[in-house]
């Protein structure tokens, strides 16, 4: 089974809804240190961004 990826899309004047699981890991002094997963988040919602749509 393939999967549409966002190269797949053409979002110029449309909405995105982009669900993440961030399920970020907390460290001993319950902070998050999962910043890879969202920084691995942020091409995807620029490249809509800058094709012309919206994330929400």
Not at 15 to 25: E, Q, S, T, Y
């Amino acid at each position: 089974m393939s999967f549409k990826t966002i190269d797949d899309c053409h979002p110029s004047g449309k909405r995105a809804l982009i669900r993440v699981d961030f399920n970020v890991p907390l460290n001993s002094e319950s902070r998050g240190n999962g910043c890879p997963r969202i920084k691995a988040d942020i091409p995807t919602h620029s490249e809509n961004s800058s094709d012309g749509g919206s994330v929400i």
